[in-house]
C-alpha cells in the first residue's frame, strides 16, 4: 500500500549527506598523514644524522607535508559548502516533477504494533506482581527474565489444558512471586487461538491441579 506524503515533509539533504561522507574520509586520510609526519620527525631524531640520510628526511617530509597541505586545503573546502547547504530540504526539491509517494512497510508496521502490545502486557504485570515484591522497583525487571527464561509445554487433552511449565529461578522468594503470578492468569482461562485448549501456567515441580 502506498500513501501520499505532503509537500511539506522534509528529508535528509542528499548534497549534504555526501560531504559529509566525503569529509570522513579526507579528515582521516590527513589524520594519517599527520601520523606519518609525526612518526618521520621521530625517525630522524633515533637515527644517524649525516647527510645522506638527511637529503632522505627532508625529501619524505616535503612529500609528506605537500599531502597534509593537500588534504587540509580539501578538508576546508568541504567545510565551507557544508555551510553554504542546508542539512535538511523539503521533499518536494528532492522530486519536484513527480508525485511524492511512499512505501509502507507492512510488516514494520505489525512488528511496531506486536512491540507496543508487549509493552502494555509487561507493564500490566509488572504493576500485579509489585504488592509481591520486596523491591517493586524490580518488577519490570522480573518479568523481563521470565520472558526469556526456559519453559515446556505440556498438552492435556483429556482436560483440554495446555501448560506452560517454566523453570524455577535461582531464588525461592522469586519463585513465590512467580507462583502468586501465575494463580492470576490461570484464573483468566485464556484459550488458545484455534482451540478448545485452556493456557494454565505453573513451575515445572509443582504439582498438576
Same mark, same amino acid.
Given at each position: 500500500?502506498?500513501?501520499?506524503?505532503?509537500?511539506?515533509?522534509?528529508?535528509?539533504?542528499?548534497?549534504?549527506?555526501?560531504?559529509?561522507?566525503?569529509?570522513?574520509?579526507?579528515?582521516?586520510?590527513?589524520?594519517?598523514?599527520?601520523? /606519518?609526519? !609525526?612518526?618521520?620527525?621521530? @625517525? *630522524?631524531?633515533?637515527?644517524? +644524522?649525516?647527510? #645522506? =640520510?638527511?637529503?632522505?628526511?627532508?625529501?619524505?617530509?616535503?612529500?609528506?607535508?605537500?599531502?597534509?597541505?593537500?588534504?587540509?586545503?580539501?578538508?576546508?573546502?568541504?567545510?565551507?559548502?557544508?555551510?553554504?547547504?542546508?542539512?535538511?530540504?523539503?521533499? /518536494?526539491? !528532492?522530486?519536484?516533477?513527480? @508525485? *511524492?509517494?511512499?512505501?509502507? +512497510?507492512?510488516? #514494520? =508496521?505489525?512488528?511496531?504494533?506486536?512491540?507496543?502490545?508487549?509493552?502494555?502486557?509487561?507493564?500490566?504485570?509488572?504493576?500485579?506482581?509489585?504488592?509481591?515484591?520486596?523491591?517493586?522497583?524490580?518488577?519490570?525487571?522480573?518479568?523481563?527474565?521470565?520472558?526469556?527464561?526456559?519453559?515446556?509445554?505440556?498438552?492435556?487433552?483429556?482436560?483440554?489444558?495446555?501448560?506452560?511449565?517454566?523453570?524455577?529461578?535461582?531464588?525461592?522468594?522469586?519463585?513465590?512471586?512467580?507462583?502468586?503470578?501465575?494463580?492470576?492468569?490461570?484464573?483468566?482461562?485464556?484459550?488458545?487461538?484455534?482451540?478448545?485448549?485452556?493456557?494454565?501456567?505453573?513451575?515445572?515441580?509443582?504439582?498438576?491441579?
Amino acid at each position: 500500500m502506498k500513501k501520499s506524503i505532503p509537500n511539506t515533509y522534509t528529508i535528509p539533504n542528499p548534497d549534504y549527506l555526501s560531504l559529509n561522507q566525503e569529509h570522513k574520509s579526507v579528515s582521516g586520510k590527513l589524520s594519517k598523514q599527520k601520523q /606519518k609526519l !609525526a612518526e618521520k620527525v621521530m @625517525e *630522524i631524531d633515533q637515527g644517524e +644524522n649525516h647527510e #645522506k =640520510q638527511m637529503k632522505k628526511y627532508l625529501r619524505q617530509k616535503a612529500e609528506i607535508l605537500q599531502s597534509v597541505e593537500l588534504y587540509q586545503s580539501e578538508l576546508d573546502a568541504i567545510k565551507q559548502k557544508k555551510k553554504e547547504i542546508p542539512k535538511r530540504i523539503d521533499i /518536494k526539491e !528532492a522530486n519536484p516533477d513527480k @508525485e *511524492i509517494l511512499t512505501a509502507i +512497510n507492512d510488516r #514494520k =508496521q505489525l512488528m511496531d504494533t506486536i512491540k507496543m502490545i508487549g509493552y502494555w502486557a509487561e507493564t500490566s504485570l509488572a504493576n500485579q506482581i509489585k504488592p509481591w515484591m520486596k523491591n517493586p522497583q524490580e518488577a519490570r525487571n522480573l518479568m523481563r527474565s521470565i520472558y526469556q527464561s526456559n519453559a515446556d509445554l505440556k498438552v492435556d487433552n483429556q482436560n483440554e489444558r495446555l501448560y506452560v511449565l517454566l523453570h524455577h529461578s535461582n531464588f525461592a522468594a522469586v519463585d513465590d512471586v512467580i507462583r502468586s503470578l501465575f494463580d492470576v492468569l490461570n484464573k483468566s482461562q485464556t484459550v488458545v487461538p484455534g482451540t478448545n485448549l485452556k493456557i494454565f501456567y505453573k513451575l515445572v515441580s509443582d504439582k498438576f491441579q
